[in-house]
């Protein structure tokens, strides 16, 4: 028979990259959904014959998946991904459960799934003490990432976060640009990108664009009440913080 599993992913490019690994992997384990939320995975679950596997993101778009484990009976085998850092995956690691490392590599993905067949289908874990002895923890203690390691060609460079003015998403990609105007390639989707940097450093203001205050060279009013800025290097496109942002990104320049 065939292994079903539920993916429990927010980010429409992580699920869709996830999926891809999945489908290289074993092209006859059937993908029965894609749950972005725990309210989401809740209903799904509670109406659904339960699946083999349980594919999870540890942050989903409403809070912390852990907080599903409260919700429903079945003990259903878990393997998590995570956009964390280093700390954070020895954190699991500790605790013997299964998990990814984003952006999560094909073979990583198989070893789990291989791990997965050979434990068989019960959970090995409490999730209520993990989220208490090490989520807590995770979070409270997080080491945001100090620099950028990306892709050019065949070679590999280091970026320091100092160097980042800001992350764009365009055509598909994320971008990381520097002060000194260079474009380089991000493996990693914008929504990661917010958890693994300092906040105090990069705000988050619209689906496109991840800034930091010292890349803002002008500030201007704009319709419907956003704003719009100048950025250095120049992206050559529109930069406005979303309406619903404005309070929450002058809060943040002021701090």
């Known amino acids: 028979m065939s292994l079903k599993l539920l993916i429990f992913e927010d980010e429409s490019l992580s699920a869709e990259h996830l999926v891809n690994l999945i489908n290289r992997y074993d092209s006859s384990v059937e993908i029965q959904g894609i749950m972005e939320s725990v309210k989401q995975g809740v209903e799904w679950l509670n109406n659904h ?3 083999d596997l349980l594919l999870m993101d540890i942050q ?10 409260k919700q429903i009976s079945q003990d259903i085998p878990v393997i998590f991904t995570t956009a964390y850092n280093e700390y954070a995956v020895q954190a699991f690691k500790v605790n013997s459960i299964d998990y990814l490392l984003k952006p999560i590599d094909f073979q990583e ?3 789990a799934f291989e791990k997965f067949r050979k434990q068989g289908k019960k959970r090995t874990f409490n999730p209520e003490q993990i989220y208490d002895q090490v989520y807590s923890r995770l979070i409270q203690n997080s080491q945001y990432k100090k620099r950028l390691l990306v892709k050019i060609g065949e070679q590999l460079k280091q970026v320091n976060t100092e160097d980042i003015a800001y992350f764009l998403f365009n055509e598909g990609m994320c971008w990381a640009v520097t002060f000194a105007k260079n474009r380089l390639p991000v493996d990693y989707s914008l929504d990661e990108i917010e958890q693994m940097f300092d906040p105090k450093m990069f705000y988050r203001i619209n689906r496109k664009f991840i800034v930091r205050p010292e890349a803002i060279e002008k500030i201007h009013t704009y319709f419907n009440n956003r704003l719009k800025l100048q950025l250095r290097p120049d992206p050559e496109t529109d930069v406005l913080v979303s309406r619903e942002r404005v309070s929450d990104f002058k809060n943040w320049l002021n701090s």
């Not at 989903?60 to 484990?69: A, H, K, N, R, T």
């Open 49 to 51: 014959p339960e699946p």
């Open 60 to 69: 989903l778009s409403d809070g912390s998946c852990f907080e599903l484990f």
């Open 109 to 111: 993905l198989k070893l």
